[in-house]
């Protein structure tokens, strides 16, 4: 899907294929002296959140298509929607063409994903992949260099590494970091030097050092 076309892709898809079950509290009263658990029952009424479809692996190998320099951000298995909404918002603002995640273990676009990210969610086009090691080989074979994010001591500085071009980021879960297959799909890894004393950054906070480095190389690149 052209990404020209992506905003009226999302609002075709944020139709009637959504859903909203609305918390509703009914008014109840019990008979004068009569038992209120009724009453109390009525308040547990569940709430789920609205989840926005995502876009599918055709879709996105459409947009890689149509840029020059594609920019991607893969997220291995991140399942915190705050982190989510915040990595959204970073993608927009550095210009990241697509978010791609897979769609088992992983959070989508839901309504706390989509306050959190500030609107983002309606511009960056998101997609969910049943496969991910096979969407990564086809992005390295459409000309893209997968950069994925470790703490391996035989990982290079973030800085030190060329990411102009064709380019793929990879980062893994909260806890866990990048699954092995999604880890021996990349073709470089990457570290985040850390000065201090803790050993790494929360997952949102790691893509926006790794994607702005990226924008900083790519506009000196450019000048």
């Known amino acids: 899907m052209p990404a020209s076309l992506f905003r009226c892709h999302r609002a075709r898809l944020r139709g009637p294929d ?23 029952e009525n308040r547990h009424v569940q709430t789920v959140e609205t989840i926005t479809p ?25 399942q915190d929607p705050h982190n989510l909404g915040a990595i959204l918002r970073t993608a927009d603002a550095a210009g990241v063409h697509a978010v791609v995640a897979p769609k088992d273990k992983a959070v989508g676009i839901t309504e706390t994903v ?21 969407t990564m080989e086809k992005l390295k074979a459409a000309g893209l260099w997968l950069v994925g994010t470790s703490d391996h001591a035989t990982a290079k500085s973030i800085y030190d590494l060329d990411l102009k071009g064709p ?15 999604t880890e021996e799909n990349c073709d470089f890894l990457a570290s985040i030097p850390m000065a201090g004393k803790v050993e790494c950054l929360n997952v949102s906070v790691a893509t926006g050092v790794c994607v702005f480095e990226a ?6 690149a450019h000048e």
């Open 18 to 40: 959504c859903f909203r079950i609305s918390s509703m509290k009914p008014r109840f009263s019990a008979p004068h002296g009569g038992n209120n658990k009724q009453a109390r």
């Open 54 to 78: 995502s876009l599918d692996e055709d879709d996105l190998m459409a947009i890689v298509a149509e840029q020059k320099e594609p920019f991607i951000l893969i997220l291995d298995c991140v």
């Open 114 to 134: 989509r306050r959190v990210s500030v609107g983002a969610a309606d511009h960056v086009p998101f997609a969910q992949v049943t496969n991910l090691a096979r």
């Open 167 to 181: 380019l793929a980021i990879v980062l893994g879960a909260e806890e866990k970091g990048m699954r092995r297959l």
């Open 215 to 220: 924008v900083r190389q790519r506009r000196v």
